[in-house]
């Protein structure tokens, strides 16, 4: 299975602040479609994971242009401006180039 | 408004069988895949499997495949999760998710004696 690592693990942040998340794979994203299958969502306390981005860059319907996504091959990367209360919990990449689909193991993005 | 709502769960007993549904609503169920997720208490998110729109190809993490079924009813917009033989390895919260991007709200299920 393709292993996803995340880093912090933790990230403590200021409202208005901004901040990254990376994510590594073990081996490229890169499909023989030519598409890089790589997704990030954010889990709220108490609910179910949302999707963001999907395919590395695209915002899904409705997130706010403060969230983007960047990345290629196996290192990929979330930047969240100008945090707000509601951008609060954990943060989660998968890939599903590869299967089975894996996740991260999460970055708790929290309140200094 | 898209909806996914499971059911289904609930405390069950070691080496018993439980089935969840998802039911689907706000978009058309029989033109995308659709998968199960699952996360244990406090843990993180570990895919179980798919299926794709008619039911004619059905993909499961190889470490699960033993213990799960995945099926799917177009005509009443709903998938399904047969779990069998259960342990306390497989309590935890099971996600259905769309191809889409939507997931729903998740289902408790706690294996216990």
């Known amino acids: 299975d393709v292993l996803m690592t995340q880093t912090p693990v933790s990230l403590p942040v200021s409202l208005g602040g901004q901040v990254s998340i990376s994510c590594r794979s073990s081996q490229s994203l890169v499909h023989s479609d030519g598409n890089t299958y790589l997704h990030w969502y954010l889990q709220k306390p108490g609910q179910s994971p949302q999707l963001l981005i999907y395919?590395?860059?695209n915002r899904f319907s409705g997130v706010p242009d403060r969230f983007s996504g960047s990345g290629s091959g196996t290192d990929f990367t979330l930047k969240i401006s100008r945090v707000e209360p509601e951008d609060l919990g954990v943060y989660y990449c998968l890939q599903s180039t590869h299967f089975p689909p894996t996740f991260g193991g999460g970055t708790k993005l929290e309140l200094k | 408004e898209v909806k996914l709502v499971e059911s289904g769960g609930g405390l069950v007993q070691p080496g018993r069988s439980l089935k969840l549904s998802c039911a689907a609503s706000g978009f058309s169920f029989n033109d995308y895949w659709m998968g199960w997720v699952r996360q244990a208490p406090g843990k993180g998110l570990e895919w179980i499997g798919e299926i794709n729109q008619d039911s004619s190809t059905i993909n499961y993490t190889p470490s699960l495949k033993d213990k799960f079924t995945i099926s799917r009813d177009n005509a009443q917009n709903t998938l399904y999760l047969q779990m069998s033989k259960l342990g306390s390895e497989d309590t935890a919260i099971y996600y259905c998710?769309?191809?889409?991007?939507?997931w729903g709200q998740g289902v408790m299920v706690t294996v216990s004696s």
């Open positions: 395919r590395v860059s």
């Open positions: 998710a769309s191809e889409c991007g939507y």
